[in-house]
């Protein structure tokens, strides 16, 4: 009996052995198959992965292996170009075919076209599949042909379209051919940083397909009741925090809907705060389809009249720039966001929208600033839900804030951290203030300040705005665009 020559599981952003459905093709149509992990980070340019994703992808990949030993298997190493790669791949081990999940990014979509082309003029099968949305962007179009640019139409078309709720499970033997191609060793590829700034990452987060599913299971039984009423403040730990999980599939949002809808079932209360993670999750298939259908918005307006926003110049917001990164504003919500962004490489949605409304509208600095600054810093980052998040809270994106929507930030604190629980355990300095205070600390009474030995300008930053001018010139200037 002829046996099938193995075929290639190339692994890229589907790090999971559950619910992976090009694995599992891979396996019911070959006797072996060879998985193989590719870093190419210069095929993604201008979007090469950041320096946050960058860590995560390295215990995700040690995660990914460990899985597939237990399995049998191992998961090979190469770096470099992904074509030339696989090329030699092919040659090593005589496979005839290649499997991939889908990407949805302008530069992944066209490297991957271009492999797929030129594998196939070397004679070699290529299989991709949708291992990632519930929707692939080009499935949605709305009653004119058009692509959607307003989420609740959007949502309400897809959601009768989400597949069956079918999750494939992870195989228990994944045979591999009888000699393994050699691999590079993990460290080789140098996805951890030179210097140790990942201590806080690495006691908040557990990377990998088990941290996942643990993550998915533990929310689904410990917060789903608190999701709707709690997602917005952001000392709760209400919310799935499953975003890097997820950017990396490790988990399908597949298994996301059958950990909260399982959990869910016959309690009308609990459904409901179930739904409302599902919407979210829609709110990653719209980023995902606006993404592919205005593959320019990494870096531009989606509403064009937007680029003529009159944005202050480098030179003179370089100072402004570097407080906001490092959580020196003296504004405390948004100082506090920023060092857990640092700390941690993750930051809540609600703390996420306060400092990017600070950023381009009280700071006037573009949101592309703020966009690369979140791009290598968050672990979740993702070209997709990151342009989203960013155009929506500059006003010029779909479905957006609109544009004369300044948020307050100490409104906001008061609304969303009103014991400044969260402020306080991010900015320490500011512990022992009442939260009145603590939410503003220029405006409290010198004697409270006193009390907590506070020093303002010296132990914590005066503003570096004044909210309410800086208010005042957003809008004037998202006014001048209007009447332009
Ligand atoms: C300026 C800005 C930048 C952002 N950048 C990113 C980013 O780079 N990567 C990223 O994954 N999310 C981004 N978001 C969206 C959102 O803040 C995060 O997805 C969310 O905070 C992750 O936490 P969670 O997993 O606990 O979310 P949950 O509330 O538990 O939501 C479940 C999942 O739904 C998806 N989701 C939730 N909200 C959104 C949203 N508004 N847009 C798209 N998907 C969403 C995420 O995959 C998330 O993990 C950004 C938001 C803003 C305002």
Request: aromatic share 10%.
């Amino acid at each position: 009996m002829t046996t099938r020559p193995p075929a290639i599981v190339w692994f890229r952003r589907d790090l999971r052995l559950t619910d992976n459905p090009t694995l599992a093709a891979a396996l019911a149509a070959h006797d072996t198959v060879v998985p193989v992990y590719i870093d190419d980070p210069d095929s993604e340019a201008p979007w090469t992965p950041g320096g946050a994703t960058r860590w995560w992808l390295h215990h995700s990949l040690a995660a990914l292996d460990e899985r597939l030993r237990a399995t049998g298997a191992r998961l090979l190493l190469r770096r470099g170009d992904s074509l030339t790669a696989l090329r030699a791949l092919i040659a090593e081990t005589g496979a005839d075919a290649v499997y991939w999940s889908r990407l949805y990014e302008p530069a992944t979509i066209a490297r991957d076209r271009d492999i797929k082309q030129a594998l196939r003029e070397d004679g070699v099968e290529v299989h991709s599949h949708n291992a990632a949305l519930w929707c692939e962007p080009w499935t949605l179009k709305t009653g004119a042909g058009d692509p959607y640019r307003v989420f609740t139409p959007f949502w309400r078309a897809l959601q009768p379209q989400m597949p069956a709720l079918h999750i494939h499970r992870a195989p228990q033997s994944i045979p591999v051919p009888k000699r393994m191609p050699d691999s590079l060793a993990l460290q080789a590829l140098g996805l951890r940083p030179k210097i140790a700034w990942d201590l806080g990452m690495q006691a908040t987060w557990t990377p990998g397909e088990t941290g996942a599913l643990t993550a998915a299971a533990d929310f689904a039984k410990a917060s789903l009741g608190n999701y709707r009423e709690g997602r917005d403040f952001p000392a709760r730990a209400d919310t799935t925090r499953l975003s890097p999980h997820l950017h990396f599939g490790e988990i399908s949002p597949q298994q996301v809907r059958a950990a909260v809808q399982r959990h869910a079932a016959g309690q009308a209360r609990l459904e409901d705060d179930a739904s409302h993670v599902l919407r979210e999750l829609g709110w990653r298939e719209f980023a995902h389809h606006l993404l592919f259908h205005y593959p320019q918005t990494p870096e531009a307006p989606l509403y064009e009249k937007f680029a003529k926003l009159p944005w202050r110049q480098p030179r003179d917001y370089a100072a402004d720039l570097a407080a906001w990164q490092q959580g020196r504003t003296g504004v405390p919500i948004v100082d506090a966001g920023m060092r857990e962004l640092w700390t941690t490489g993750w930051m809540h949605n609600r703390v996420r929208m306060i400092v990017a409304s600070f950023l381009t509208k009280n700071l006037l600095i573009p949101w592309q600033e703020g966009a690369r600054w979140f791009w290598d810093t968050l672990l979740d980052a993702d070209l997709a839900n990151n342009t989203l998040g960013w155009q929506w809270t500059a006003g010029c994106g779909a479905d957006a804030a609109p544009y004369f929507r300044v948020f307050n930030p100490v409104l906001q604190a008061g609304k969303f951290d009103a014991e400044a629980a969260y402020i306080r355990s991010w900015v320490p300095e500011l512990s022992a203030l009442p939260p009145d205070a603590a939410h503003a600390p220029w405006q409290a009474k010198p004697a409270i300040l006193a009390a907590a030995r506070l020093r303002l300008g010296t132990d914590y930053p005066l503003p570096i705005v004044d909210l309410a001018a800086s208010r005042q010139r957003a809008l004037d200037a998202y006014q001048a665009i209007k009447a332009g």
